[in-house]
Nanobody, 113 residues
Framework: QVQLVESGGGLVQAGGSLRLSCAAS????????VSWYRQAPGKQRELVAG?????GKDYADSVKGRFTISRDNAKVYLQMNSLKSEDTAVYYC?????????WGQGTQVTVSS
């Protein structure tokens, strides 16, 4: 069974930065693509950013220019800069292992205004 584990969430003031990490129980390079989603209270889960093994990246319009997704041989990261109160949500790592979809347990990000 392949698992994804997020870390790096927390409380930050508006304008601040956080870096989220997503680690896998297997080689992270066996999971492709890897994406970050978020879900705010009362809202649907939405795609934030995704990255392929070849380095192709995609971002939600709401985070372009502020968030950066990257990966190395160990983890996938989400660097979040210029955070806004509307970025407050539980952030989930998502990946595909072959045909299997995998979700992490989520990490809370709270941005205070």
């Amino acid at each position: 069974q392949v698992q994804l584990v997020e870390s790096g969430g927390g409380l930050v003031q508006a304008g601040g930065s956080l870096r989220l990490s997503c680690a896998a129980s297997r080689n992270i390079n066996s999971i492709n693509p890897v994406s970050w989603y978020r879900q705010a209270p009362g809202k649907q889960r939405e795609l934030v950013a995704g990255i392929t093994l070849r380095g192709g990246k995609d971002y939600a319009d709401s985070v372009k220019g502020r968030f950066t997704i990257s990966r190395d041989n160990a983890k996938v990261y989400l660097q979040m800069n210029s955070l806004k109160s509307e970025d407050t949500a539980v952030y989930y790592c998502h990946g595909r292992y072959g045909t299997i979809e995998i979700w992490g347990q989520g990490t809370q990000v709270t941005v205070s205004s």
